[in-house]
C-alpha cells in the first residue's frame, strides 16, 4: 500500500515541470491541425467527459469561450451522448476528453458527434485507443497513466493528479489556438496567453512545498467521523468537484459538492461541529460570496479551510485552515494550482486511515468499476 501513496505523491510534484515543457509543443501541433480549417465551421463547442475529465471541462469553460468568442459547454459524456448530441447545431467542434481512451460513455459521444457532422477531438494519451480513433482530430497529451506497472512488476493504481492536469493543458491550448484561427485573438493577446500559461506552471512550483507541508500536518485531523464538503464556483466548481472526487478515490468515504451560491441553499443544513467546509476562494466575482458563506459556515461551528491568494487577508481571517495560494494568477487559470490542496490532502489523509486507494485491494470491486466504465453497452 506504501507504494500507490508513494507514487502518486511523486505525480503531484512533477506536474509544474509537466506543464512547463509541454505547453509550445502542444500548442504548435494544435495550431497546424486547425491551420487549413474553414473558421466558419467553428461556432458552437463542447467539451465532453466522465470524472476528471468532466472536471477538466467544467475548469477550461470560461478560458475557452473567452479565448474563442465562442459559447462552449462543458457536458458529462451520457447527457451529450444519450440526450443532446441529436440536435447538435451545426458547425459544431467537440472535445472527447479522457486519459486512457477507453471510456465507454466519451467514445461514443464523440463517435456520435461526428456523425452529425461535427469536428470532434480526441484529448487523450495516445492515437491508438478507441477514443483517438473515433474522432477526427487527436490532441494527445504526455501523461502517465493512473493505470500503470513499476519496475517491480506490481501494478499500481492511483487517483488522477497528473492525468487531469493533462487534460486541462489540452483543452486550455486548444483553446489558444482556434482563437487565433477564428480571429478572435490576435497575436499580442495570444501572445499573453502563452506568457500566463508558462507563469502558471511556475505558480504551481511556488505552491507545492508549502501545501505539501501543511497537508502533513493537518491530515491526522480529518477523521472517519467527520463530513466534508467542498465548495467552489466558476472555474473552481471544477475545482470542489475533483476535490470531491480524490475523496470517493483515496479514502473510499462519502463527500458533498457545492456550487458556490447553493451551499447556502442546501448544504447549510447539515452543516455543524463535526463538518469540514472547503471554500475555494481565488480572486474573482465569487469572492464575495464565498467569504459570506465562510462566515455563515463558523456561526454553525463548522471547520473551515479556505484556499486563497496569500495576501487575502479576509479569507485568512474567515479561515480555521488557511492554504495560501501564490498571488497573480487569473481566475480562469487557478484550477492548475488551487487543486493541490486536494491531492496532497487526500493521500496524506489516506497514509494516515492506511486506507487503500479506490478500495481495490479488492479485487472483485475493481473489476466490476472496470466493467461499469470501459466495457459499458455503446448505442449504435
Known sequence: MDNEKTVMLREIALQPDFVRDNIDEMLTYMRSVVADRDPGSLQHG????????????????????????????????????????????????????????????????????????????????????????????????NATPNIKELPNGTRVVTPGTVTYTASMLGLYVAAIAIGERIGHLDAAASKVLVEELHATAEAMRAADASTAALAREIAASFTPDRHTVFVGGGPNYATAYFAMAKWFESLTRPAHLSQLEEWAHEHYFMTRSNVDTFIILPPGPGRIRGLEQARAAREMESRVIIIAEEADAEARAAADIFFAMPTGIREVLTPFVYKLVFEYLSCEISKVQNVAFLGFNDRRRQEVNFRQIFHSAEMA
Open 46 to 141: 463542447f467539451m465532453i467527459g466522465c470524472g476528471d475529465s468532466y472536471c477538466a471541462a467544467i475548469a477550461v469553460r470560461q478560458f475557452m469561450m473567452k479565448a474563442t468568442g465562442r459559447l462552449v459547454e462543458a457536458v458529462e459524456a451520457l447527457e451529450f451522448s444519450r440526450y443532446l448530441v441529436e440536435d447538435l447545431p451545426a458547425n459544431s467542434f467537440v472535445f472527447g476528453v479522457s486519459n486512457s481512451g477507453t471510456v465507454s460513455r466519451t467514445i461514443e459521444g464523440v463517435r456520435l458527434a461526428r456523425a452529425k457532422g461535427a469536428w470532434t477531438f480526441a484529448v487523450t494519451v495516445s492515437a491508438e485507443n478507441k477514443l483517438a480513433q473515433a474522432a477526427e482530430t487527436l490532441i494527445r497529451v
